[in-house]
């Protein structure tokens, strides 16, 4: 049995599917469906991100993504509006009807963002954050795992594990990209990932 017992699909052969309610029904991540996020990844105001949310409606997206805290490597770049971000994202659904997604750095927040959307994203350089993973896990809401910049796949899902140990088995798996020798991009899709996963019961991706 693997260190990742509850992620396995050795342990439930089911295939993970992910329900996010809505006001005119409940949107299912999984069951074979395509289901676009897409949005900016930082909210830098409220008519700008209100115009894009609405545009992407029209486009046929399903669920709103956008960046209220923003980790950054530099201390001086834009880290995010904060709670403001977080009123910007819950006037967005409520103007177009959709789900909401944003990122979750701090454990102190968990409960502020879970308040104000409908998925938690817990971003790459989080990935191993654990207490962050374990107040994400009793949060009752979906979570976005991103995969590490250096993790391996058997971290990735032991990051996962954290959650569903905590009670909550509504995580969607997110390959990022690693870091490798290639410099042209800033990371590299690690396809093969994305098929070895689908023998895992926590297989659906964004």
């Known amino acids: 049995m693997p260190g990742y017992r509850l992620a396995a699909r050795s342990e439930d052969h089911i295939d993970t599917v992910v329900k996010i309610p809505m006001a005119t029904g409940t949107l299912s991540i999984g069951e074979g469906c395509c289901t676009i996020i897409a949005g900016p990844c930082a909210i830098e105001s409220r008519d700008a991100y209100l115009e894009i949310a609405l545009m992407l409606k029209d486009m046929g997206v399903h669920i709103l993504r956008g960046g ?12 995010g509006l904060g709670a403001e971000g977080l009123g910007i994202l819950a006037q967005a659904r409520k103007i177009t009807g959709l789900p909401v997604v944003t990122e979750v750095l701090d454990t ?12 938690l994203q ?26 590490g910049l250096a993790a391996t796949i058997q971290e990735w899902l032991l990051a ?8 909550n088995e509504q995580v969607i ?7 490798t020798f290639e410099d042209m991009t800033r990371n590299t899709v690690d396809i093969g990932a994305v098929a070895w996963l689908k023998n895992c019961r926590i297989c659906r991706f964004w």
Do not use: W
């Open 160 to 167: 996962a594990e954290y959650i569903l140990d905590a009670g």
């Open 108 to 119: 102190r927040d968990v409960e502020k963002v879970a308040d104000y959307c409908d998925i």
């Open 122 to 147: 817990i971003g790459s350089r989080n990935m191993q954050n654990f207490s962050l993973l374990k107040e994400a896990g009793h949060a009752d809401k979906p979570v976005i795992l991103k995969r």
């Open 68 to 79: 209220a805290y923003k980790p950054r490597t530099s201390p001086y770049s834009f880290t």
């Open 173 to 179: 798996l997110c390959e990022r990209g690693i870091r």
